[in-house]
Protein backbone atom coordinates (compact mmCIF):
# COMPACT_ATOMS: atom_id res chain seq x y z
CA UNK A 1 0.00 0.00 0.00
CA UNK A 2 1.23 3.37 -1.27
CA UNK A 3 2.14 5.55 2.14
CA UNK A 4 1.73 9.32 1.59
CA UNK A 5 2.57 12.18 3.33
CA UNK A 6 0.93 15.54 3.17
CA UNK A 7 2.83 18.39 4.59
CA UNK A 8 0.64 21.59 5.19
CA UNK A 9 3.33 24.48 4.68
CA UNK A 10 0.64 27.58 5.64
CA UNK A 11 0.96 28.99 9.17
CA UNK A 12 -2.83 29.75 9.26
CA UNK A 13 -5.18 27.50 10.39
CA UNK A 14 -8.23 29.01 8.66
CA UNK A 15 -6.29 29.02 5.03
CA UNK A 16 -7.59 27.61 1.82
CA UNK A 17 -4.30 25.65 1.75
CA UNK A 18 -5.57 23.72 5.20
CA UNK A 19 -8.60 22.73 3.15
CA UNK A 20 -6.66 21.62 0.58
CA UNK A 21 -4.56 19.51 2.81
CA UNK A 22 -7.38 18.28 4.99
CA UNK A 23 -8.99 17.68 1.24
CA UNK A 24 -5.94 15.56 -0.26
CA UNK A 25 -6.30 13.51 2.93
CA UNK A 26 -10.14 12.35 2.82
CA UNK A 27 -9.50 11.41 -0.78
CA UNK A 28 -6.45 9.71 -0.43
CA UNK A 29 -8.01 7.80 3.27
CA UNK A 30 -11.01 7.10 1.15
CA UNK A 31 -8.61 5.69 -2.00
CA UNK A 32 -7.55 2.83 0.97
CA UNK A 33 -3.89 4.81 1.20
CA UNK A 34 -1.77 4.50 3.68
CA UNK A 35 -2.06 8.64 4.87
CA UNK A 36 -0.07 10.73 7.61
CA UNK A 37 -0.37 14.40 8.19
CA UNK A 38 2.07 17.26 9.13
CA UNK A 39 1.14 20.97 10.06
CA UNK A 40 4.13 22.74 9.79
CA UNK A 41 2.68 25.39 11.87
CA UNK A 42 1.67 23.28 14.93
CA UNK A 43 5.15 21.74 15.23
CA UNK A 44 7.28 23.06 18.52
CA UNK A 45 10.86 23.64 16.81
CA UNK A 46 13.03 26.35 15.94
CA UNK A 47 13.09 27.08 12.22
CA UNK A 48 16.60 28.77 12.43
CA UNK A 49 19.43 26.63 11.27
CA UNK A 50 21.67 28.58 14.17
CA UNK A 51 25.05 26.86 13.04
CA UNK A 52 25.02 25.71 9.17
CA UNK A 53 26.26 22.77 8.75
CA UNK A 54 29.03 23.45 10.97
CA UNK A 55 27.58 22.35 14.06
CA UNK A 56 24.69 19.97 14.45
CA UNK A 57 21.24 21.47 16.58
CA UNK A 58 19.83 18.75 17.75
CA UNK A 59 16.20 18.22 16.84
CA UNK A 60 13.59 18.81 18.89
CA UNK A 61 10.94 15.74 19.10
CA UNK A 62 8.55 17.05 16.69
CA UNK A 63 11.17 17.03 14.12
CA UNK A 64 12.25 14.02 14.93
CA UNK A 65 8.92 12.56 14.57
CA UNK A 66 8.81 14.59 11.19
CA UNK A 67 11.59 13.01 9.29
CA UNK A 68 10.27 9.23 11.09
CA UNK A 69 7.07 10.34 8.34
CA UNK A 70 9.19 11.76 5.69
CA UNK A 71 11.47 8.54 5.88
CA UNK A 72 8.41 6.06 6.24
CA UNK A 73 6.33 7.77 3.25
CA UNK A 74 6.81 6.72 -0.66
CA UNK A 75 5.07 9.84 -1.90
CA UNK A 76 5.68 13.57 -0.04
CA UNK A 77 2.84 15.98 -0.89
CA UNK A 78 3.33 19.72 -0.16
CA UNK A 79 1.00 22.35 0.38
CA UNK A 80 2.09 26.06 0.69
CA UNK A 81 1.22 29.13 -0.25
CA UNK A 82 3.09 31.47 -2.77
CA UNK A 83 4.59 34.39 -0.76
CA UNK A 84 6.94 36.82 -2.67
CA UNK A 85 7.87 34.71 -4.35
CA UNK A 86 9.03 31.97 -2.27
CA UNK A 87 8.33 29.25 0.43
CA UNK A 88 6.75 30.96 3.71
CA UNK A 89 9.39 31.08 6.54
CA UNK A 90 8.20 28.34 8.56
CA UNK A 91 8.08 25.86 6.02
CA UNK A 92 11.63 26.85 4.73
CA UNK A 93 12.83 27.03 8.62
CA UNK A 94 11.38 23.60 8.05
CA UNK A 95 13.34 22.11 5.29
CA UNK A 96 16.19 24.21 6.87
CA UNK A 97 16.38 21.83 10.08
CA UNK A 98 15.17 18.50 8.88
CA UNK A 99 16.49 18.32 5.43
CA UNK A 100 20.09 17.77 6.28
CA UNK A 101 23.38 15.93 5.64
CA UNK A 102 23.37 12.38 6.46
CA UNK A 103 19.55 12.69 6.71
CA UNK A 104 18.39 13.79 3.29
CA UNK A 105 21.97 13.26 1.71
CA UNK A 106 25.43 12.56 1.77
CA UNK A 107 28.37 14.75 0.73
CA UNK A 108 31.28 12.54 -0.38
CA UNK A 109 34.17 13.07 0.97
CA UNK A 110 36.68 14.89 -1.27
CA UNK A 111 33.99 15.52 -4.08
CA UNK A 112 31.73 17.79 -5.09
CA UNK A 113 28.99 15.01 -5.63
CA UNK A 114 26.09 13.73 -2.78
CA UNK A 115 24.69 11.07 -2.23
CA UNK A 116 20.74 11.15 -2.70
CA UNK A 117 19.34 9.32 0.22
CA UNK A 118 15.41 10.23 -0.24
CA UNK A 119 16.01 8.19 -3.87
CA UNK A 120 12.83 6.21 -4.59
CA UNK A 121 10.38 8.65 -2.85
CA UNK A 122 8.40 10.23 -5.25
CA UNK A 123 6.07 13.96 -4.46
CA UNK A 124 3.56 16.23 -5.66
CA UNK A 125 3.91 20.10 -4.64
CA UNK A 126 -0.13 21.75 -4.42
CA UNK A 127 0.43 25.70 -4.21
CA UNK A 128 -1.45 28.51 -4.40
CA UNK A 129 -0.82 31.97 -5.83
CA UNK A 130 -2.29 35.69 -6.41
CA UNK A 131 -1.61 35.00 -9.79
CA UNK A 132 -2.28 32.94 -12.59
CA UNK A 133 0.30 30.20 -12.60
CA UNK A 134 1.32 30.51 -16.30
CA UNK A 135 1.96 34.39 -15.42
CA UNK A 136 4.22 33.03 -12.31
CA UNK A 137 6.46 30.60 -14.27
CA UNK A 138 7.02 33.16 -17.08
CA UNK A 139 7.08 36.52 -15.66
CA UNK A 140 8.81 35.38 -12.51
CA UNK A 141 10.44 31.67 -13.39
CA UNK A 142 8.38 30.17 -10.81
CA UNK A 143 10.92 30.41 -7.57
CA UNK A 144 9.49 28.47 -5.10
CA UNK A 145 8.83 25.22 -7.29
CA UNK A 146 12.01 25.85 -8.32
CA UNK A 147 13.65 25.76 -4.91
CA UNK A 148 11.61 23.03 -3.43
CA UNK A 149 11.70 21.05 -6.47
CA UNK A 150 15.21 21.41 -7.82
CA UNK A 151 17.57 22.51 -4.88
CA UNK A 152 15.69 20.42 -1.97
CA UNK A 153 13.68 17.39 -3.34
CA UNK A 154 15.12 16.76 -6.54
CA UNK A 155 18.82 17.07 -4.86
CA UNK A 156 17.73 14.73 -2.32
CA UNK A 157 16.79 12.35 -4.82
CA UNK A 158 13.11 12.51 -5.03
CA UNK A 159 11.40 12.25 -8.37
CA UNK A 160 9.62 12.61 -10.14
CA UNK A 161 7.77 15.84 -8.68
CA UNK A 162 4.36 17.01 -10.21
CA UNK A 163 3.49 20.82 -9.81
CA UNK A 164 -0.60 21.53 -9.31
CA UNK A 165 -1.34 25.68 -9.22
CA UNK A 166 -4.40 26.59 -7.69
CA UNK A 167 -4.85 30.49 -8.52
CA UNK A 168 -4.92 33.51 -8.48
CA UNK A 169 -6.69 32.86 -4.90
CA UNK A 170 -6.95 36.95 -4.16
CA UNK A 171 -10.29 37.77 -5.55
CA UNK A 172 -11.61 34.59 -5.72
CA UNK A 173 -15.25 33.38 -5.37
CA UNK A 174 -16.55 30.49 -2.69
CA UNK A 175 -17.36 28.30 -5.56
CA UNK A 176 -14.05 28.94 -7.56
CA UNK A 177 -12.61 27.70 -4.23
CA UNK A 178 -14.90 24.73 -3.04
CA UNK A 179 -14.16 23.50 -7.16
CA UNK A 180 -10.30 23.40 -5.63
CA UNK A 181 -10.68 22.09 -2.67
CA UNK A 182 -12.63 19.32 -4.76
CA UNK A 183 -9.90 19.46 -7.03
CA UNK A 184 -7.25 18.22 -4.08
CA UNK A 185 -9.87 15.90 -3.05
CA UNK A 186 -9.29 14.16 -6.20
CA UNK A 187 -5.89 14.11 -6.33
CA UNK A 188 -6.08 12.57 -3.54
CA UNK A 189 -7.94 9.86 -4.61
CA UNK A 190 -5.59 9.08 -7.14
CA UNK A 191 -2.64 9.27 -5.01
CA UNK A 192 -0.55 12.12 -7.28
Not at 48 to 77: C, M
Not at 155 to 174: D, L
Amino acid sequence: MKKILVIDGHPNAESLNRGLADAYVRGARNAGFDVQLIRIAELDFNPNLQHGFQKRTELEPDLVSAWEKIKRADHLVWVHPVWWGGLPAITKGFIDRVFLPGFAFKYKENSVWWDKLLAGKTAHILTTLDQPGWYYRFAFGRPSVNQLRKSVLEFCGVKPVGVTYIGPVRNSKEEQRKNWVKQAEEMGRKGV
